[in-house]
């Protein structure tokens, strides 16, 4: 009886919130900010580049019609800066990531809401949103096809040994020796999967069927069911890092997973192993990884996240030995931004209609950290 007066209680309470969000924000001209990366002439000639500056998401008609500011920036300081005091509700995306920290939270005393097109929120400081209680949100599975596919495309590329291939023929040579003394079959391999969320466990449905032997590890343990139609094992961190011959990282940057793959770590995987990350940069140590490949302890790292991005010229993994690196686009194919396109407007239409943002898509809401995917991290 107690729990269910408690629910009602909170649904009572999102209504009263949902009816006063209402009142405020149907009748106001609220100003929205986006920061999204430069299309250029791409732009003009594919509409469908919907994540970037030029195209807005798709969202000016729709915002302007309903008497609504759109202003769209692809500066992350200076002009961001200038506008924040006076932004009701901001548009971040992970492809060209605005760091909004405590300082920038305070200095936005308008701020309710922050959407992330895409899938990551760790470009925002989501202890200091909630403090403000500022909700954010993301498009919860926009992106999961898109990265686990490129998941598999650099675990290939690396094992294969396909881009020294590709490299020789551009350079007009045809030294086969060279190139094959490094390619290896999937077939029969370890493969280590760091996170089991929504993209981990396509990554392992698309894996199973090279017959390898599949180890995951996550904070929360699948089920039995769950482990059997992945056909992956559940291993200790320290154990998958020993036995795999490739991992793939594939869980939120957290402060617990910040730094994760230290030096230590990295020496710790099986010499001439495969490391690729479509997570987040940040996961792994900078300056570790270039030791690890510069000393032939890991065979190869690839991935499309970086930290910070941009990243610099002179970032040193654009110049280490044996990586796959690109830009940061495996979550922003064509689909994927179609997909998170629509989740913004979505989220918009419920925030200035007064309704509640789909609750799958909440990373803060309330004052809390809502989201399963970073909560374990805020405890405390």
Known sequence: MGKRFVDCEHMHFNSLREDLNYIIYKHRRLKIVAILYPGG?????????????????????????????????????????RHLPSTDVLITTPFWPAYITKE????????????????GSD??????????????????GSNVVSV???VVMHILALIRNYIPAYKQVLDGRWDIAEIAAKAHDLEGKTVGVIGTGRIGQRVCTRLKAFDINLLYY????????EEFVLG?????????????????????????TDGMFNRDLLFRMKKGAYLVNTARGKIVNTNALV??????????????????????????????????????????????????????????LNFLNG???????????????????????FKG
Not at 313 to 319: A, G, K, Q, S
Not at 355 to 377: C, E, M, T
Request: charged share 25%.
């Open 41 to 81: 002439k791409t732009a003009k000639n594919n509409p469908d580049l919907l994540g970037c500056a030029e195209n807005a998401l798709g969202l000016r008609d729709f915002l302007e019609r309903n008497g609504h500011e759109l202003v769209v920036l692809t500066d992350k300081e200076s002009e961001l800066d």
């Open 104 to 119: 920038r939270i305070s200095n936005a005393s308008k701020l309710r809401l922050i959407l992330t097109a895409g899938v």
């Open 123 to 140: 470009h925002i400081d989501l202890a200091a949103a909630a403090a403000k209680g500022i909700t954010v949100a993301e498009i919860t």
């Open 148 to 150: 686990a596919e490129q």
């Open 218 to 225: 996550n904070n929360f343990r699948l089920s039995t069911v």
């Open 232 to 256: 992956v094992r559940y291993t200790p961190l320290e154990e998958l890092i020993e036995k795999s011959d490739i991992i793939t990282i594939n869980t939120p940057l957290t402060p617990e």
């Open 291 to 348: 030791e690890a490949l510069e000393k032939g302890h890991l065979a190869g790292y690839a991935g499309d996240v970086w930290y910070p991005e941009p990243a610099p010229v002179d970032h040193p993994w654009r110049h280490m030995p044996n990586h796959g690196m690109v830009h940061h686009y495996s979550g922003t194919t064509l689909e994927a931004q179609k997909r998170y396109a629509d989740g913004i407007k979505n989220c918009l």
């Open 355 to 377: 309704r509640a943002i789909d609750r799958d898509y909440l990373i803060v809401d309330d004052g809390k950290v809502v989201s399963p995917s970073y909560s374990y991290a």
